[in-house]
């Protein structure tokens, strides 16, 4: 269970951050979501955390507690748009196949 201190801090992160993604640098399905940020030119846009680059390990630890008890599940990449929990890569790859990402990222306005 996370501390509330850093419950707050991880609550604090998505509030200030429009679009936060919780993501590691050797994921695949982190990369897979890069792509998708570069190919709708957004990745500006988007506030990356990447867990296995802090440079003290056990504050990333008690971080990704913190998400993973606000988000529900411990997942990497996990997506947060306009202050609440959007999905994972999974989420995207469904949505894209349905052909309604743009429309959604539209909706939560990464895009115009």
Known sequence: MATEEYLSRAKDLISKHQFLMLSKSWCPDCHYVYK?????????KVHIIELDKFE???????????????????????????????GTEQ??????????????????KLID
């Not at 993973?68 to 947060?80: N, Y």
Request: negative net charge; hydrophobic residues 35%.
């Open 36 to 44: 998708v940020w570069d190919e709708y030119n957004v990745a500006s």
């Open 56 to 86: 003290d390990q056990n504050d990333a630890v008690k971080l990704e507690e913190a998400f993973t008890e606000i988000s529900g599940r411990k997942w990497v990449p996990t997506l947060f748009f306009n202050g609440k929990k959007f």
């Open 91 to 108: 989420d995207l790859k469904e949505l894209k196949q349905k052909g309604t990402l743009t429309e959604v990222f539209k909706n939560e």
